[in-house]
């Protein structure tokens, strides 16, 4: 529980499971490196 709210990406999917789609901001982007 505690890595799954600790990962950016995967604790939007708790968020929206738990307490609704309106709590979550727009995802801009997700990158494997920042190069």
Partial sequence: MKTQ???KL???D???SNI???YIIPL???WD???
Avoid: I, T, Y
Wanted: proline letters at 0%.
């Fill in 5 to 7: 709210l600790a990962d």
């Fill in 10 to 12: 995967l604790v939007r």
């Fill in 14 to 16: 708790w968020v929206a």
């Fill in 20 to 22: 609704g789609d309106e």
């Fill in 28 to 30: 801009l982007g997700a």
């Fill in 33 to 35: 490196s920042f190069d």
